[in-house]
C-alpha cells in the first residue's frame, strides 16, 4: 500500500476537476474518492479542501440545501488554470508510463 502522501496530487486534481464540473462539498468527494478505492478521513480530506482554497484554487461558501447548511466549494480561475496544466502532465504521464506496456 502506497503512502497516502503519495496520492496526495491525485485527490488533489480529482479535486479540481470535478469542483470544475459544478459545486462539491466535503461528504461528496469523499464518497466520489472512495469510489475510486481512495480511502480518506476527514482528518485528510478537510485540511486538504482547506488548503485548495487558501491557495486560491477553491472557493468554499455556505449554501443551505434541503435544510442542509453546507459548505460548497466551486472552483476558480487559479484553479482552472492549474487543472488544465495537470491534464498536459497527466497526459504526458500517461505516455510515457503506459506507454511501454
Ligand atoms: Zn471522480
Redesign the pocket.
Known sequence: MLDREFFLGFIKI?IL??ASRGPIYGGWIAE??G??GYQLSPGTLYPTLHRLTREGYLKGSRMVVGGKVRKYYVITEQGLAALMEAKRKIGELVNEVLGEE
Request: net charge neutral; proline share 0%; charged share 30%.
Open positions: 480529482h476537476y470535478h466520489e474518492l469510489r475510486h
